[in-house]
């Protein structure tokens, strides 16, 4: 009987499992192993606050590709949701606590649908500690020394929790009042109000910190440094569709010839008195495509020069979200600035943080009170502490790509590359950590496809 293990159990991986049961048809044995008893859920959709909500509104949310609405029939299904209009719901933006009982319901469902069609499930709640490939099987260790082989492996081990900014004290992470994962509530749980409490980073995770704080009462300031301190943007523009620059890429079109359309039609559609939204948004669909046909050059100038715009302008919140944050910084509760860490020094009372400051260009010093790390998931290999997927790159078993985005993978087959070059007839990785290859592979809009091309590649 075919083995698959799964490693990792949160979107990606749930969504692998289900699928390859769903289009599975003789029995076999799907191994998910996930650590940290989020099963389903992952990271995103196991928050500690119902005020963190979905970036994206509840019509784009399905887990199945070819079922557009499903997350939205859910939804209008569930008591609290009956009498409400069916479309002001597919346009709001709901708790991801919410999102994840959806995807907790899909996982019930599909352990039925395994009973009934003999796939055995096991799912263990555990570590991946290491992993090797043969040309026979793909052999996972776990904690205790359990060795488990397995003719199939997919790695979906997701998002990982952010690198220590590069300082000259390094031994100051050791700190408790260091958080280097933000999205565990300790980060915002207790947090004196004497002095500031420090955020590394100004992007999505910024917004969950700050609610977070707040909802545990901290009333004290905030300050966020990150590069280029730009203003988080809301989603201001919920379904308006802009086709004129999508008619206008031509194919094989250089990074440069790019940004050149895309300024101009900015332009364009202000004049409207529409933003940049649903330019931006028109080319989602086209955005793996161009990063395929980037060269190395472009990719580089596109890491050092657009990433942060980008990242800006894609990862937008929530309009009500948006005019809180505003309010806060209006009320100087909240300083957003644009910054390099620097250093970090704590003595019995607080934490001396120097940094330059971009604006004023000066070395500046301030004593906070807590650090949260909210600079985003690591991405390179070398940085994870503990991690297989590290031991794997000094194995050989995989490699990753020259920015350091990810796992090198083909793209078409999700098949790891090795340090040879050859692909791995039996591993396998989905999600983030294609990132090098695809660039925008991290939400849910691209991983319920890859999900559901894995499984049809892997299926019984
Ligand atoms: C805070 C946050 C909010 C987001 N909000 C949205 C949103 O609103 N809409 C959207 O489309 N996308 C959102 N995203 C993007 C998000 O990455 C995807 O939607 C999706 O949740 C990613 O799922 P994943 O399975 O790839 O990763 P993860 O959710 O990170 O799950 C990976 C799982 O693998 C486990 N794991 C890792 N390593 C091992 C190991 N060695 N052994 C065993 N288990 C392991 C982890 O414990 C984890 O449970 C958000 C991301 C974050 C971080």
């Not at 390099?340 to 003595?347: G, P, Q, R």
């Amino acid at each position: 009987m075919k083995k698959i293990g799964i490693i990792g159990g949160g979107f990606a991986g749930t969504l692998s499992a289900v699928q390859l049961i769903e289009k599975s048809n003789l029995p076999c044995e799907i191994i998910l192993i996930n650590e940290n008893d989020t099963l389903a859920r992952g990271i995103a959709y196991n928050p500690y606050s119902q005020k963190h909500i979905l970036n994206v509104i509840t019509g784009k949310m399905s887990a199945f590709p070819d079922k557009p609405d499903h997350f939205l029939d859910w939804v209008m299904n569930q008591e609290l949701f009956k009498e409400k209009d069916k479309s002001l719901i597919a346009n709001s933006f709901l708790p991801r606590r919410f999102y994840g009982d959806y995807l907790c319901s899909i996982w019930e469902e599909a352990k039925k649908n395994a009973a009934s069609k003999q796939i055995k499930l096991t799912i263990i709640d555990s570590k991946v500690k290491d992993l090797d490939v043969t040309d026979a099987h793909v052999e996972l260790s776990l904690e205790n020394e359990i060795k488990i082989p397995v003719d199939y492996c997919i790695i979906a081990t997701g998002n990982n929790v952010p690198r220590n900014p590069r300082i000259k004290n390094m031994g100051f992470y050791k700190s408790r009042n260091y958080f280097q994962n933000p999205w565990k509530i300790e980060s915002v749980k207790n947090a004196k109000e004497d002095s500031t409490v420090l955020i590394i980073g100004n992007g999505l995770t910024m917004v969950d910190t700050v609610f977070g704080l707040l909802e545990q009462g901290y009333k004290g300031d905030i300050l966020s440094i990150s590069p280029n301190g730009f203003n988080i943007l809301p989603h201001r523009h919920n379904g308006l569709k802009y086709s004129k620059l999508t008619e206008e890429l031509k194919e094989g079109i250089r990074l440069h010839e790019l940004v050149t359309l895309v300024n101009n039609h900015i332009k364009s559609v202000r004049e409207y008195g529409v933003s940049a939204e649903p330019v931006i948004d028109s080319l989602r669909p086209f955005t793996q495509k161009f990063w395929k046909s980037f060269s190395d050059a472009e990719k580089s100038i596109f890491m050092s020069r657009l990433r942060h715009l980008w990242g800006v302008a894609r990862h937008r919140i929530p309009l009500h979200s948006h005019d809180k944050i505003q309010q806060l910084r209006i009320d100087g509760i909240l300083q957003i600035s644009a910054g390099k860490i620097l250093d970090f020094n704590e003595s019995d009372s607080f934490i001396t943080t120097e940094y330059f400051d971009k604006k004023d260009k000066t070395i500046k010093q301030i004593k906070v009170s807590r650090i949260i790390n909210c600079t985003g998931p690591e991405t390179d290999l070398v940085n994870l502490e503990n991690s297989f997927l590290k031991n794997c790159l000094l194995k050989g078993v995989l490699t990753q790509d020259f920015l350091k985005l990810g796992i090198t993978t083909d793209a078409d087959t999700f098949q790891v590359i090795n340090a040879d070059g050859k692909p791995h007839l039996n591993l396998f990785t989905i999600g983030s950590n294609l990132k090098g290859v695809l660039w925008e592979t991290t939400a849910v809009n691209e991983l319920r496809g890859q999900a559901e091309k894995i499984a049809e590649k892997l299926k019984t």
